[in-house]
């Protein structure tokens, strides 16, 4: 089942004891127009569903449907995790390739290296030339 922004609106706002006016109040909208977000599948503006995320302290994505991670530092933190891999994690990857995936690997990594080789070089040489 697909959670929609009026059904997370509507239990966030039940889960902090909040009425439709008081949030509406904030929001700086009517009540009519916090039961159509919760309802009538009315769409709130970029900036009102900033202020909603701010206000329950919950990422745009949540509200949206799009994670089951309310809070966004967990969700940032989460994302920062997966973001590297660990030295086992290439390692893995690198076995589950072919042997001649696994060569063409190398060449890459070689290439690589060379690359670094000549940036270093460039550098040394600016700061040689810096000197005289």
Known sequence: MTVNLGERLKTLRE???????HLAE???VGRPTV???????K???????????NYFNVSVDYLLGRTDIKNSSILSAKEEQNKYYTNNDIA???HNLSPESQEELKKL???YKIKD?????????DELTSIE
Do not use: R
């Open 35 to 41: 039961a159509g977000y919760e309802t009538k599948g």
């Open 43 to 53: 769409q709130p503006s970029y900036e009102i569903l900033d202020k909603i995320a």
């Open 15 to 21: 889960e902090n004891k909040v009425t439709q006016e």
């Open 92 to 94: 893995e990857e690198i």
């Open 109 to 111: 990594i070689e290439l």
């Open 117 to 125: 080789m000549q940036k270093k070089n460039i550098e040394v040489s």
């Open 26 to 28: 904030y929001l700086g």
